[in-house]
């Protein structure tokens, strides 16, 4: 499954018109003047133990370990089972004797209440998976969960941690068709959500929490339906979003929190098969776009967390229209 191939046989999808909103003047004010500060840049880092080239990895910042954990993805040849951590200094491959399959576009968050991360989802070359895995990050391993209960087997789920805590799974693709269901991971056992309001079906959104505001934000994605639009979430349900100024319909993009610019971050992405490098912040009730001195080449299915260690958002891999990446960033507000 080559991501770029993929987004063109599953998505024909034109952007709508812009909607129109309010904005947060303290945030705003906050980010307009780091927009404009020359110090904002996307730097390259040279750590050691680099994994390899890759896209549409999972990644995620495990908040028991204090270290960023990356498993998988595609590296043009083959669907990838190494699981790296990332200590704000250097990669480290872990040794595992048991983990998940090989496989690409899986998704992972960190759930502050067990203190685990869970992977979701993906697909092997052949198959769309719905198995969970979890994985603890003071004993670096992985445990296959055996819920009762679990969401469809999809490519390009959301998964995120939401404002209980915990982690939640939104949408996907099954093969046939975009998902728009949502289900919450007990610690045990997946639970179907049932929401007043839930954006439209679809897959490979960015996607990101902000603890300060306890908000969920959605952006784009791979839809029969638009998906040109924002939603966010309250831990109650989902509220889709007026906004003056959006970022261009993007899917496979990668999303973070940031607190040091107190917003969710929006990084590069594809867009018609032509990849994205623009930095996007949604600030609780807008989108801003940054302009910082310097970004990191385009891209799809790379991996995006923040790194509490180093106090910066990471971002590693993801693939080009002419290859596939194994660089290392950090955005320096």
């Known amino acids: 499954m080559q991501s770029s191939s993929l987004a063109a046989a599953l998505l024909l999808v034109s952007a709508l018109n812009s909607l129109f909103g309010q904005t947060s003047p303290a945030i705003d004010s906050q980010l307009s003047a780091a927009a404009a500060t020359p110090s904002i840049t996307w730097s390259s880092?040279?750590?050691?133990?680099?994994?390899?080239?890759?896209?549409?990895?999972?990644?995620?910042?495990?908040?028991?370990?204090?270290?960023?954990?990356?498993?998988?993805?595609?590296?043009?040849?083959?669907?990838?089972?190494?699981?790296?951590?990332?200590?704000?200094?250097?990669?480290r491959k872990v040794p595992m004797l048991n983990a998940p399959s090989p496989r690409a576009n899986a998704q992972m968050a960190y759930s502050s209440v067990t203190h685990q991360v869970v992977l979701f989802g993906g697909y092997n070359g052949s198959n769309w998976l719905g198995d969970t895995w979890i994985w603890d990050g003071a004993t670096h391993t992985w445990t296959q969960a055996a819920p009762a209960h679990s969401p469809p087997p999809v490519t390009g789920p959301m998964l995120f941690t939401d404002p209980n805590g915990k982690v939640d799974e939104f949408g996907g693709f099954d093969g046939s068709r975009y998902v728009g269901t949502m289900w919450r991971w007990t610690g045990t056992d997946w639970r179907q959500l049932q929401p007043a309001m839930l954006p439209y079906a679809r897959s490979s959104a960015g996607v990101g929490f902000n603890p300060l505001l306890k908000q969920v934000v959605m952006f784009g994605g791979l839809a029969d339906i638009n998906p040109v639009n924002t939603w966010t979430y309250d831990g109650v349900t989902w509220t889709l979003r007026s906004v003056m100024t959006q970022p261009d319909w993007v899917y496979s993009a990668s999303a973070a929190f940031d607190p040091n610019l107190r917003s969710v971050i929006l990084f590069g992405g594809g867009s018609g098969g032509v990849d994205q490098n623009s930095t996007w912040a949604w600030t609780g009730s807008r989108w801003k776009q940054l302009f910082p001195l310097n970004v990191p080449p385009p891209r799809e299915g790379a991996g995006l967390a923040y790194d509490e260690a180093l106090g910066r958002i990471i971002l590693f891999g993801g693939q080009t229209n002419s290859g596939y990446l194994n660089d290392s960033w950090e955005l320096i507000p």
Do not use: C, E
């Open 45 to 91: 880092l040279y750590p050691a133990g680099m994994p390899t080239r890759r896209s549409y990895l999972a990644m995620a910042y495990d908040g028991s370990s204090q270290k960023i954990v990356l498993f998988g993805g595609y590296n043009g040849h083959r669907y990838l089972d190494d699981t790296w951590l990332f200590d704000g200094r250097s990669w």
